[in-house]
């Protein structure tokens, strides 16, 4: 066993800051990227705040420039076979609901995976203004920030 070596210093109790929060509302922004996880079937939306002023719940941070990601789920293998909570529907419809509204409030063609791709690889939907509406939510004792809805800036 290798003995510790901690040629270092800080201390827990004194630094650790909780980062701070955008205030819960609606911003502009910008599409900075765009990727797909293959693990979670999603695709990764990275949106940059821009033209908002003010700043976050800690008065000092800027809003603008602040970095926050929002995910379209995508159907997977099984999903036709298993429920949503409300028994209404399977995953695999419901995924695909939620990915038609989303476009549809984007404006862009998500109609096929082959299109989505497309999208992806030729960075088409990159620099595109939104409106975002962050909320803020609390899971095991934590706070964070959460996209509720996003659309293109012009449609």
């Known amino acids: ?4 070596n901690l040629d270092m210093d800080f201390n827990l109790e004194e630094e650790a800051v909780d980062d701070p929060l955008i205030p819960q509302g609606t911003y502009t922004g910008n599409v900075t990227n765009v990727s797909y996880d293959a693990e979670k079937y999603a695709i990764v939306w990275q949106y940059a705040l821009d033209g908002n002023g003010g700043t976050m719940n800690d008065g000092e941070t800027p809003i603008d420039g602040a970095v926050v990601f929002g995910r379209n789920y995508l159907p997977k293998p099984g999903d036709e076979d298993v429920q949503t909570p ?24 998500m109609n096929t995976p082959a299109e989505i791709m497309e999208g992806i690889n030729d960075a088409k939907w990159i620099g ?27 449609a």
């Open 1 to 4: 066993m290798t003995e510790a």
């Open 128 to 154: 595109m203004e939104v409106v975002l509406t962050i909320e803020v939510r609390e899971w095991e004792g934590k706070f964070s920030n959460d996209i509720k809805k996003v659309a293109a800036a012009s």
């Open 86 to 109: 409300s028994g209404k529907s399977s995953k695999r419809i419901a995924k695909i609901n939620m990915l038609k509204d989303f476009a549809e409030k984007m404006g862009i063609d």
